[in-house]
């Protein structure tokens, strides 16, 4: 009898806790989701925007760069904060700015009220989104309980950037207010709920490194703003000059410093790693492509074949089905073939599918046009996140999770900002078709990685 009842009181605590790593991992998931979403939700309000507040077209691209410079520039400065001050704490506090700039950006009464805002957005997902994958990491052992919970933070991570075209479709239709409106309830929740049921990992001792911190916002912030610079045009082309050079420097300065630094911001032995270093590049890569993808075809599906904003949102659902139903497989698939073939196969299905989308005439339907290709880059992005987060955070120490994830993200939101304003800039002096056909070379340099990362050996990854 004894016997029994300890075993009936071991199931039960079993059971509370899968609860509560349940309930955590819809906490991590969700924040990753509301910082990924909005870098696309905007897209969609941005003529209703323009209208609104009597923004310049010129201005206009800030409602949007705002955000990804802040978020870009100081990811890793907010990775390293998590490490020393608290993973969970610089959630919840990132969360709290996050909500309460969007509440501002919500109730914006002029353009400069709006994009003080969403840079303001930027700072707290700089803040919350270096935690995620290292919650991730403490929250479930390497295994099969980890790779699944790894499957649906990719399948978010890769999912929102349509998800925030569909959101914001629908939300565009009762005002470009609730864009940002809708973040406020859903962040108080996560702020509730996360001291509750996510654990907080003992803080690593060592200093914020504040010349390392300062030397890699600067030059990031230079970098990502001298690609804006392009993408708007080119104009002033001594200032974008002198912003690439001060990005080289800065950077270069940064890597020095942190080659010599007891408590480094980016522990280099992470990305000196072969696989793990080119997998980051990998990220870089892809997310370019997928950010430009995002841009082209929403601007095609309102200016081309006049869409509304719904509408325009629903035509991404074949790429975000299969991008939700690959991942629901893909820890399966990674215990039994690792990262390497999933992560092949899914870098040229992206490209092939940039491809077709740039030979696709621009009078084409939507079934007979944009179906097909959306379907296989879904495909392809979903066979290639969870390899990718699967690789880098394999073998990784617990005092670097927060450093590795910050880097992780840092990679996402870069290549996704440089990648657009690249793509852009070849847009004004192109056309649509030639933009996509570079977003498809920026797919295959990410297969190239690929190759050199797992050549002679199989992806590091957790097995079961």
């Known amino acids: 009898m004894s016997s029994t009842v300890r075993e009936t009181g071991r199931d039960a605590e079993e059971a509370r806790s899968a609860r509560r790593a349940g309930i955590a991992l819809a906490v991590i998931v969700t924040c990753q989701l509301m910082v990924v979403l909005d870098n696309t939700v905007v897209n969609i309000a941005i003529s209703q925007i323009h209208a609104s507040l009597h923004f310049s077209t ?32 610089m ?3 990132g ?23 969403r840079a303001a957005q930027g700072v707290g997902a700089a803040m919350a989104a270096p935690s995620t994958l290292s919650l991730i990491a403490a929250t479930f052992a390497e295994g099969k309980a980890r790779n699944k919970a790894l499957a649906i933070f990719s399948a978010v991570s890769a999912g929102a950037g349509s998800l925030g075209l569909i959101l914001g479709g629908a939300l565009t239709e009762l005002s470009w207010r609730w864009v940002l409106f809708i973040n406020v309830p859903i962040g108080l929740a996560i702020i509730l709920l996360a001291p509750r049921y996510v654990i907080e990992l003992p803080r690593k001792n060592g200093h914020l490194d504040l010349p390392g911190a300062l030397l890699s916002t600067a030059g990031l912030t230079a970098l990502i703003y001298g690609f804006i610079r392009i993408g ?7 200032l974008i000059a002198g912003l690439f ?49 995002f841009f082209f075809i929403s601007q095609y599906a309102q200016n081309g074949l006049h869409y509304s904003a719904l509408r325009t949102g629903l035509a991404f659902l074949p790429l975000t089905i299969a991008v939700f139903a690959l991942n629901r497989v893909m820890p399966k698939v990674i215990a039994k073939v690792g990262a390497r073939l999933p992560l092949l196969c899914g870098t040229a299905c992206i490209a092939i599918g940039l ?28 066979l290639s ?57 920026f797919a295959a340099l990410a297969f190239v990685l690929t190759v050199a990362a797992t050549t002679g050996r199989r992806a590091q990854v957790s097995r079961s």
């Open 355 to 382: 491809v077709w989308l740039a030979l696709t005439p621009t009078s084409t339907g939507y079934l007979a046009g944009l179906f097909g290709p959306l379907l296989l880059f879904g495909i392809g992005v979903g």
């Open 232 to 238: 708007q045009g080119g104009a002033g082309t001594g």
């Open 245 to 293: 050079v001060a990005a080289a420097v800065l950077l270069g300065l940064f890597i020095a410093w942190e080659a010599r630094s007891s408590s480094p911001l980016m522990p280099l032995r992470l990305i000196v790693n072969r696989t793990r270093g080119l997998t980051y590049l990998v990220m870089l890569a892809i997310s370019g492509a997928v950010f430009g993808m």
């Open 58 to 89: 010129a201005g206009l691209s800030w409602v949007i760069d705002a955000y990804a410079l802040t978020f870009g520039g100081l990811l890793l400065l907010g990775g390293r904060a998590g490490d020393i001050f608290g993973r969970r704490r």
């Open 385 to 441: 996140y969870l390899p990718m987060s699967s690789t880098i955070l394999s073998g990784v120490d617990r005092d670097d999770s927060g450093s590795a994830s910050g880097i992780y993200q840092a990679m996402q939101q870069i290549g996704g900002s440089v990648g657009l304003a690249i793509l852009v800039s070849i847009r004004v002096g192109h056309t649509q078709a030639t933009a996509l056909e570079t977003a498809a070379v």
């Open 91 to 93: 959630l919840i506090l």
């Open 95 to 117: 969360l709290v700015v996050f909500s309460i700039a969007s509440l501002a950006g919500g109730l914006a009464v002029s353009s400069a009220m709006l994009v003080t805002a």
